[in-house]
C-alpha cells in the first residue's frame, strides 16, 4: 500500500498506482469489446 507521500495528486496517476497496470490492460481489453472468461485467460 502506498503512503500518503507517495500518491500521486492526479488523480489518474492515483487510480493507475493503486490498481497496477496489469489490470489497466484488463479495463483498456474490456472496454474495446465483450471478452468471454477463457480469452481474459
Request: charged share 25%.
Amino acid at each position: 500500500m502506498l503512503t500518503r507521500e507517495e500518491v500521486p495528486t492526479c488523480p489518474v496517476a492515483t487510480t493507475v498506482a493503486l490498481i497496477g497496470s496489469k489490470w489497466m490492460l484488463i479495463l483498456r481489453d474490456l472496454l474495446a469489446r465483450p471478452w468471454r472468461f477463457n480469452e481474459l485467460k
